[in-house]
């Protein structure tokens, strides 16, 4: 096994002191291995924030490409795995918060959106970083992401820490409690948490023109 190989083996078993050794035996920090990943990229996957900080001590680039395909970024990894420690070293070294990768994905929606219940420790590490709590990803914001998948907890969170409430999340929770009656539960617990959080927006001539622009049907002004 080549050097390269070893480097991003140990990184991905955690093990800081051998990954240390072969830095110092003038291994590429960021050299991809044979299977096309970096030492950092398995790090990452892997939970492991020392491992994470020795590397980007060592000179690997923090937003570099990560993922089986290249389309994904170090902090997008870490978010959907919730590795908040992860998290913290790369928000430490800097790394930005917004949409990032070829495919554009905005870290903050994936931690509130993966797992059962997404990943709330994550999420608030994010937002404690300033990233933007109504950022859109494919015409979407992290709280109506958190509405499509029922994340009832998820929700809350969000809207405790200043999520605007839309009328596209209280017109999804409603078409996703017709859509699936057995979780009908959880969406009433989601559109009475949205009522309550900004009845003003949920006016009925505002929900129906919403409907509507949604639909196709209402006027521009």
């Known amino acids: 096994m080549g050097m390269v190989d070893q480097l991003a083996r140990a ?7 051998l990954v240390a050794r072969l830095l ?7 050299a991809p291995a044979s299977e096309g990943r970096t030492a950092l990229d398995l790090a990452v996957r892997g939970g492991h924030a020392d491992v994470v900080r020795l ?20 902090l997008c990894l870490a978010s959907i795995h919730g ?14 918060t917004g949409a990032q990768g070829r495919m554009g994905y905005a870290p903050l929606v994936l931690a509130a959106t993966t797992g059962d219940e997404g990943h709330p ?8 970083h300033g ?8 015409d979407r914001t992290p709280l109506d992401w958190a509405v499509w998948f029922g994340l009832a907890p998820m929700v809350q969170q969000l809207l405790d820490r200043g999520a605007t409430p839309t009328v596209k999340a209280l017109t999804t929770a409603h078409e996703r409690t017709e ?15 949205l009522l309550a959080a ?5 006016t009925a001539p505002t929900l129906r023109h919403g409907r509507d622009q949604e639909n196709g049907t209402g006027t521009t002004p």
């Open 11 to 17: 990184a991905g078993d955690g093990d800081a002191p």
């Open 24 to 30: 110092g035996e003038g291994v590429g920090v960021d």
């Open 55 to 74: 590397l980007i001590a060592a000179g690997a680039d923090p937003e570099q490409r990560t993922g089986e395909y290249q389309e994904s970024t170090p």
């Open 83 to 96: 590795h908040t420690s992860v998290v913290r070293a790369l928000l430490d070294a800097g790394v930005h």
């Open 121 to 128: 420790e994550a999420v608030d590490l994010l937002l404690d």
């Open 131 to 138: 990233a933007d709590i109504n950022v859109v990803m494919k």
């Open 179 to 193: 859509r699936q009656p057995d979780s009908w539960h959880k969406y009433e617990r989601i559109i009475a948490a």
């Open 198 to 202: 900004d009845p003003a927006t949920y």
